[in-house]
């Protein structure tokens, strides 16, 4: 049987509420898409199987002047993840496509992320969906609800995810031997996207603001490869933008 191909996708929105046209804003000279698709090539993806999906004219000619491939999508998507459905939609990508989901505000992530999380998918098939987390170090950070907290079996098979403090051991409430903090990066199997976006919200992703529950609510499966290294914070305010500018001005 062949082995499905990778692509990924980069959604790239200009319309942020808390940066506006982030995307454009610039690090040694190049707009904060381009070093993000840099990382995805240095993960071993060959530019020709990475697009920037954008809403936005502006980003799209960006793209094309940095010879980045770039897919023009609607404005009205209220997630990414629809922008990439967009994509592999228009593209005709065959059901069995496995298609990475990066966020385009995330000059810093990590190549060996996206690596390892290719081989976990590829020798995991069972799941309709895959995604990373890495350890909760900080009892601040488990209790934090910005902290989207993975729950998962020894199989790594997503249980919940949660911004609630979980699992919680209730003998020691300290211990945070099995806390893991979601990463919001994805590879979906192509025919679980398109299931994925025909769904309506979900109750208990209305409740947490989580995506990713109306997968699990669903019945799609979601596999979670544990990632023991930091990861740097993305683009979502200015402050962000400066912090991060800094760090690979020096890099």
């Known amino acids: 049987m062949a082995t499905p191909s990778i692509k990924v996708v980069i959604p790239a929105r200009y319309g942020s509420s808390r940066?506006?046209?982030?995307?454009?804003?610039?690090?040694?000279?190049?707009?904060?898409?381009?070093?993000?698709?840099q990382r995805v090539q240095e993960a071993g993806v060959c530019l020709t199987d990475i697009i920037i999906a954008t809403d936005h004219s502006d980003i799209e000619h960006a793209a094309k002047a940095l010879n980045l491939p770039v897919i023009l999508t609607a404005t009205e998507h209220v997630s990414g993840t629809d922008r990439v459905n967009e994509v592999?939609?228009?593209?005709?990508?065959?059901?069995?496509?496995?298609?990475?989901?990066?966020?385009?505000?995330?000059p810093l992530i990590p190549p060996q992320?996206?690596?390892?999380?290719?081989?976990?998918?590829?020798v995991n098939p069972e799941f309709a969906i895959t995604t990373a987390a890495?350890?909760?170090?900080?009892?601040?950070?488990?209790?934090n609800t910005n902290v989207?907290?993975?729950?998962?079996?020894?199989?790594?098979?997503?249980?919940?995810?949660?911004?609630?403090?979980?699992?919680?051991n209730r003998d020691d409430p300290q211990d945070l031997t099995h806390a893991k903090r979601h990463i919001g990066i994805y590879v979906y199997k192509a025919s679980a996207l398109n299931t994925l976006c025909g769904l309506p919200e979900s109750q208990l992703e209305r409740l947490e603001k989580l995506e990713q529950l109306r997968a699990l609510s669903n019945g799609l499966t979601?596999?979670?490869?544990?990632?023991?290294?930091?990861?740097?914070?993305?683009?979502?305010?200015?402050?962000?933008?400066?912090?991060?500018?800094?760090?690979?001005?020096?890099?």
């Open 19 to 37: 940066l506006p046209a982030k995307p454009l804003l610039k690090i040694n000279n190049k707009p904060i898409f381009w070093h993000v698709a």
């Open 88 to 106: 592999a939609k228009k593209l005709s990508w065959p059901s069995d496509t496995l298609i990475i989901n990066v966020q385009g505000d995330e």
């Open 222 to 251: 979601i596999g979670v490869m544990n990632f023991n290294a930091d990861i740097p914070h993305g683009i979502d305010t200015q402050q962000d933008y400066s912090h991060i500018k800094s760090i690979m001005e020096k890099l």
């Open 148 to 168: 989207v907290k993975a729950v998962t079996n020894e199989a790594n098979h997503a249980l919940y995810f949660t911004r609630s403090p979980a699992p919680l």
């Open 113 to 122: 992320l996206i690596k390892k999380l290719i081989s976990f998918t590829r």
């Open 134 to 143: 890495t350890p909760i170090k900080a009892y601040q950070d488990f209790i």
